[in-house]
């Protein structure tokens, strides 16, 4: 007893898991009382690497008891032939119905020894030889049989091809394009076959031409090892026998073969089994629904009438290939897949290969989509084969070539499962095995090839596996499935599509496009040429150009997108996010139609375009954080240049950031004013430690401690994207050092912070303008703390304490900025308020402004900064209550012109409705000098009377392209003067 145990045990190390292994390794002649028979040891270990040894060898025992006198040459090739070795083993270790072939065929063995096989191109001849064992063709039963026999010996050829390297790895496997291939030759060689007997069963059949073309996986050259093979018959002549022809053919070759389901005809199993050439093109041109063209793109003729076929071919190819045009084509196929997903019942969902959510449908139907879409100008698509199409979309750009491969590779992974799922007993299935059975996830994981690895058993590899192929097909499915831009792309006409055609130019000319043949001068020099590149914006310009029509400035816009596209020629992932992002190309559309600020910068800041497809990322960063991010990359740059550089960058990036996030609606005035406000501190910051550095390293030592005061509109936190940054410099000895020495440093250090940032470069000036220092430009650049408290306390005027109002401390050393703040307190807030000398005096200065500064070509109803209601009128009203009340109202005491109207009201200084017309005008004013500056890209304080500048600046301001600019004019001018009539009351006490 315990020697069987010792004996079972040793068989049981070659993989076998049933008990009578060992009785029927030693009927083979394999096995004896030591163990494996010499010379057999081969046999006994391919037996280990088939996927389910024990079904292996079982399958040969039955062969064996089949042909008791072949055994001994089928067992004597076994040990000498590794490729029969290999493919038999590997077969019957996989397969319990090719098992069964063999078993009642089982001199069958015998066509796998052939290292070559039987080629795909002789399938037709081999079975129309089966049909005629004595030259006349079989009819009736024996006709089916002999087809069956033929057919189930060249299907056991390729199983053995596809699977055999799995049990010797010396032989070649083929790939899945390969195995699917000789599938659908094995099938059409079927499909003629039972033609050429349904043709000698009908009387009169010549009568009748037929012709028959495959769909679905047949015509697309990828069938499974079971499949129904869907095809369409064309008729010609009596239509009468063509249909008893077809009828006996599908009759036949579903008795022997497989199922042929002709339900893809028009009007499905209710319309006419065969239809002539002319019924087909008029049920297509009229009836057809949107499922039936993508069914169509997979139309082949395989069988009969090779002429008629292909002019069947002929006839439907450019329905097919104009599809897309159709209403809703878009969002019909993706109903469609969502319709059959519902169809999936909940408790298998998950199992589902082919139709479940990241199964094989989700594959075919995205890859059937773009064809049908790109594919009307671009002839590579047109491939019936998923993965020829799929490999195309990918070299011609229309996917990116990663998602492509990867599409690919799970799509194969999928398919291998399914043909080892389908093999195993022959039935037609899509299901995987269920997660918890081991035994059964343990054969198809061997089947696939996968082996245990880093103490994983192969089923749960495989379950991995499984996993991640179907989340990756799922991710890849919803990119490229809903892609927005697909839908786009399909509502372009194809003329339009072809970009260089004299109907592009007069569609160009339609859609608003002031200069067409420039307008095709710029879509030449982008799509010239064979490159991946050329090919991307072929597929992009169609759909850009519809956008770039409805934005303000379409040829601008397009001419932008030339610049922008030419100068990130070299930047790999920037035609991916236009392709892929569907919502990137639409506001990369909106913000080139409208600013021309924005591909100023663009082209020097292009990672922001990658913010465009999420409107968080792009409008959300809060103003700290990137004041602390712009602080951190400077600070580590090696030298002053270094920094200043970094610092430029960085406010370049933040300056198109918001400024995209702006003209597309997702920041509010404060919020803009804020954010440009913050990152001009933070490059103030960097600046001056950057110089404070290089400074003390050139002489030894810092005998200075520096702060800068933000004034105007830098310190009001109210920049605009042209504003200078108004500043103060104030210093203060250090410990031993004199004052004379301590100005000197900080005086070459100030002078270095402004030379630095103004030095001339391509983005908006970095103006640091110091002229609101005490004695203006005449006085010194930088004074010591005491020397501020000496001038305001014995020289300060009126215009000086309100321009204190607004400063606030923003770059150096903060002790000092802090004690500075004290100091100006009482006079920028004095004790009593103002005398009514210095309110004249206020009132004054304001009238000399007003009069001195304003252009005299200037439109005062349209002039934001100095115009009737415009800034000036609405801060300095403001900032004269502030000077006059703030030592009484705390409220008042703030740098914000918004917060300072907010406490008007509050305190009872003027009334609510006053207060809601000037901070209704102040924003009014600010986003439309924002607005104005954002399109013509240099700063401007004059809005723009008429034309597309003026029309840009409605569009940033909310209005339609269908609304007259001229009623922003006009609410702009109702809101200011609003706002005017209140400062004359409030100001002036009119």
């Not at 369409?232 to 579903?254: C, K, L, P, Y």
Request: net charge neutral; proline share 4%; aromatic share 6%.
């Amino acid at each position: 007893m315990a020697e069987r145990v010792r004996s079972s045990a040793s068989a049981a190390r070659f993989g076998f898991t049933d008990d009578r292994a060992e009785i029927e390794l030693r009927a083979a002649g394999w096995w004896d009382d030591e163990g494996p028979v010499n010379g057999c040891e081969p046999i006994l270990s391919a037996l280990s690497r088939a996927p389910d040894p024990s079904l292996a060898l079982r399958s040969l025992d039955r062969i064996r008891e089949a042909d008791v006198a072949g055994w001994p040459d089928l067992s004597a090739a076994l040990r000498d032939n590794p490729v029969l070795r290999g493919r038999l083993i590997a077969a019957v270790g996989a397969s319990s119905a090719l098992a069964d072939f063999l078993v009642m065929s089982p001199r069958q063995w015998h066509r796998l020894a052939n290292p070559d096989c039987t080629d795909t191109a002789d399938y037709t001849a081999v079975l129309q030889d089966a049909i005629r064992p004595d030259g006349e063709v079989l009819t009736g039963t024996d006709a089916a049989q002999a087809l069956r026999s033929g057919y189930r010996g060249l299907l056991l050829e390729i199983a053995a091809v596809d699977l055999g390297s799995l049990v010797e790895r010396d032989l070649e496997r083929p790939t899945y394009p390969e195995v699917a291939s000789a599938l659908t030759a094995l099938a059409e060689a079927a499909l003629r076959a039972g033609l050429t007997i349904a043709e000698h069963e009908v009387a009169d059949a010549a009568h009748g031409t037929l012709a028959v073309i495959a769909m679905g996986k047949c015509g697309g050259r990828e069938l499974n090892y079971v499949s129904d093979v869907d095809v369409v018959f064309v008729g010609e002549g009596d239509i009468q026998i063509t249909t008893r022809v077809a009828t006996a053919m599908m009759r036949v070759v579903g008795t022997a073969c497989f199922e042929v389901d002709a339900a893809l005809r028009p009007e499905g199993k209710a319309g006419a089994l065969v239809r002539t050439l002319d019924g087909h093109e008029a049920y297509y041109k009229k009836w057809a629904r949107t499922w039936e063209f993508q069914a169509l793109l997979k139309a082949r003729p395989v069988a009969g009438d090779a002429e008629l076929g292909r002019r069947y071919a002929e006839l439907v190819a450019p329905m097919v290939w104009s599809a897309s045009e159709r209403e809703n084509f878009v969002a019909d196929v993706q109903q469609m897949r969502r319709r059959v997903e519902r169809h999936v019942p909940a408790e298998i969902a998950d199992r589902e290969l082919k139709l479940g959510r990241g199964g094989l449908r989700d594959v075919e139907f995205a890859v059937q989509l773009l064809q049908l879409v790109h594919g009307r100008v671009d002839p590579q698509l047109r491939s019936a084969t998923t993965l020829d199409a799929l490999r195309s979309l990918g070299e011609g750009g229309y996917v990116a070539r990663a998602d492509a491969a990867e599409l690919e590779s799970s799509y194969e992974f999928l398919r291998t499962v399914e043909h080892r799922l389908q093999l195993r007993r022959l039935r037609r299935t899509h299901l995987f095995p269920d997660f918890d059975d081991t035994t059964e996830l343990r054969w198809l994981a061997r089947a696939c090839g996968l082996g245990a690895a880093r103490g994983r058993s192969v089923s749960e590899i495989l379950l991995s596996e499984y996993r991640t192929n179907v989340r990756r097909i799922r991710r890849l499915h919803e990119k490229l499935f809903y892609r927005p831009l697909l839908d786009a792309v399909a509502r372009v006409p194809t003329a339009a599509l072809r970009l260089t055609t004299e109907q592009a130019a007069s569609r160009l000319s339609a859609l608003g496009y002031a200069a067409p043949d420039g307008a095709l001068q710029h879509i030449k020099a982008l799509t010239s040429g064979v490159s991946r590149r050329a090919s991307i914006q072929q597929a992009l310009l169609p759909v850009l150009l519809d956008l770039l029509a409805d934005t303000p400035d379409p040829d601008g816009g397009l001419l932008a997108y030339r610049r922008v596209s030419e100068a990130l020629a070299d930047t790999p992932w920037y035609l991916r996010v236009l392709r892929d992002e569907a919502a990137v190309v639409e506001r990369l559309a909106t913000l080139l139609g409208t600013s021309r600020l924005v591909p100023d910068l663009l082209v020097r800041a292009p990672e922001v375009l990658k913010l465009l497809g999420d409107p968080d990322r792009l409008a959300g960063r809060a103003p700290e954080e990137v004041a602390r991010s712009l602080r951190a990359a400077a600070r580590r740059q090696p030298g002053l240049a270094a920094a200043v550089t970094a610092a430029r960058s960085l406010r370049r990036h933040e300056m198109l950031r918001v400024a995209c996030a702006d003209l597309l609606g997702l920041l509010d005035v404060p919020a803009v004013c804020t954010a440009l406000s913050s990152v001009w501190g933070a490059v103030l910051q960097s600046a001056l430690a950057a110089a404070v550095r290089k400074r003390a390293a050139e002489i030894g030592a810092e005998p200075a401690r520096i702060a800068v005061i933000g004034m105007g509109r830098l310190g009001g936190e109210e920049l605009g994207y042209g504003s200078d940054a108004d500043v103060l410099f104030v210093c203060e000895a250090a410990p031993g050092a004199a004052d004379t020495e301590a100005l000197r440093f900080a005086t070459s250090v100030a002078e270095t912070v402004r030379q630095s940032l103004g030095a001339p470069s391509q983005d908006p000036a970095l103006q640091v303008d110091a002229d609101l220092r005490p004695e203006g430009r005449s006085g010194p650049l930088v004074r010591t703390l005491e020397s501020y408290r000496a001038y305001y306390a014995r020289w300060g005027e009126v215009w000086e304490a309100q321009a204190l109002l607004r400063a606030r401390f923003v770059a150096g050393d903060p002790e000092l900025g802090d004690r500075f703040m004290a100091l100006i307190e009482p006079v920028r807030y004095p004790d009593g308020g103002l005398d009514a000398t210095k309110v004249r005096e206020v009132r004054r200065i304001k009238a000399r402004v007003e009069n001195e500064r304003l252009p005299r070509s200037a439109d005062p109803t349209t002039h934001t900064k100095l115009g009737r209601g415009g800034l000036a009128d609405v801060e300095w009203t403001a900032q004269l209550f502030q000077l006059r009340y703030a030592g009484e109202v705390p409220a008042l005491r703030t740098t914000s012109t918004l917060d300072a109207l907010r406490a008007l009201a509050e305190a009872g200084l003027a009334e609510q409705t006053d207060v809601d017309f000037l901070l209704d005008a102040w924003l009014l004013a600010t986003r439309a000098r924002n607005a104005a500056m954002l399109v013509r890209g240099k700063a401007v304080d004059q809005l723009p009377s008429s034309g597309r500048e003026l029309a840009a600046v409605a569009r940033v301001l909310g209005y339609s392209a269908d609304d007259d600019p001229g009623e922003f004019l006009d609410s702009y001018r109702r809101t200011t003067r609003r706002a005017h009539a209140v400062v004359e009351r409030l100001f002036y006490e009119s």
